[in-house]
């Protein structure tokens, strides 16, 4: 009886060595892979853009084991950190932003066997997935609180460039505040920069002057001026890209959620599988989760008006409210 229990115990433990061994043997024939990114050019700490994707990149770091790097390029030369991170065996290369598209479609057309991604722009590059956003909706509801919450009737809006990514912001903000008082007056104003917070503080100051007392920029790191210049003047204002309120306490009441932070982690978590990703372009709105509103803070708006908001959306979601993307 000894010996036949000693004979069974041998066999289980060469059985859980075996699977020991296959374990060990899988983990260290899976992949490891690496994503590059071009970071767009106001670069990390602008609180907005950059930093929502740089969060999705550590989130796929610590939860999928991806290792990453990333470039800036402040005074141009995109193509040249572009051709960096291709050296480097990436075997994803994300560009980010628009103003990223001319420098990544040429140095694309150079390695037509990389997989980049473009976010923010829309590209027929075969071997560039594009990712765009539905930004009309997600200011749409923006421009709704906005024209709930205003006392002078007025309004501003303050664009980093007169791009059409800014121009979708732009109108559907318009076109959400004239949802709720088509007399609404919307002051507009393009700084031609997205780095430059001085200037978000001089044109909040010259819309301010003219009676806004709810603003929205949708203009990077000139925005964070802006945002500042409202919650010093004890005015409202609300966020764009990620949740900002960190930024003017005081002031934001709510943020327009682009979920880019979840985006490159779902491409990451895609990529993982197989190494391989859909290349197909997406365009990501308010049924997709792609944007969305951040919590509303320092306002209480009546259960009517969130019914409003709730309304809108689901309308949005079915395309029932049409929304001019461009001028």
Do not use: W
């Amino acid at each position: 009886m000894y010996k036949f229990l000693l004979l069974i115990l041998s066999v289980f433990t060469l059985v859980l060595s075996g699977c020991s061994v296959k374990s060990d043997q899988a983990a260290a024939d899976k992949k490891e892979y690496h994503i590059g990114i071009l970071l767009s050019d106001t670069g990390l700490g602008d609180g907005s853009f950059n930093d929502s994707a740089f969060k999705g990149l550590e989130k796929a770091r610590d939860e999928l084991g991806f290792l990453f790097d990333y470039r800036e390029a402040p005074n141009g030369n995109e193509e040249k950190a572009l051709e960096e991170l291709v050296k480097q065996g990436n075997d994803l290369i994300i560009g980010l932003g628009f103003s990223a598209q001319p420098a990544l479609e040429a140095v694309a057309k150079k390695h037509p066997d990389q997989r980049f991604v473009l976010i923010d722009g829309m590209s027929t590059v075969k071997n560039i997935k594009s990712i765009t956003f539905k930004e009309q909706e997600g200011s749409f509801l923006v421009g709704m609180a906005a024209a709930m919450t205003t006392k002078s009737h007025t309004i501003g809006f303050i664009g980093g460039a007169q791009a059409p990514v800014i121009q979708k912001f732009k109108n559907g903000y318009t076109a959400g505040a004239h949802y709720i008082d088509p007399n609404i007056n919307v002051l507009v104003d393009f700084a031609d920069t997205f780095s430059d917070d001085k200037k978000g503080t001089e044109l909040a100051e010259k819309q301010m002057k003219n009676k806004a007392d709810f603003l929205y920029p949708a203009a990077g790191f000139t925005g964070v001026g802006a945002l500042k210049a409202a919650e010093k003047k004890g005015i409202y204002s609300a966020g764009v890209d990620s949740d900002q309120h960190f930024i003017a306490e005081k002031s934001i009441v709510t943020s327009m959620m682009k979920n880019i932070d979840t985006v490159v982690y779902n491409l990451a978590k895609e990529f993982n599988k197989n190494g391989r990703i859909d290349m197909s372009p997406e365009e990501l709105g308010l049924k997709e989760n792609g944007v969305g509103l951040a919590p509303f803070t320092l306002i209480q708006l009546t259960p009517g008006d969130l019914e409003k908001l709730d309304e809108a959306k689901n309308k949005l979601i079915h395309g029932e409210i049409p929304i001019p993307e461009n001028d």
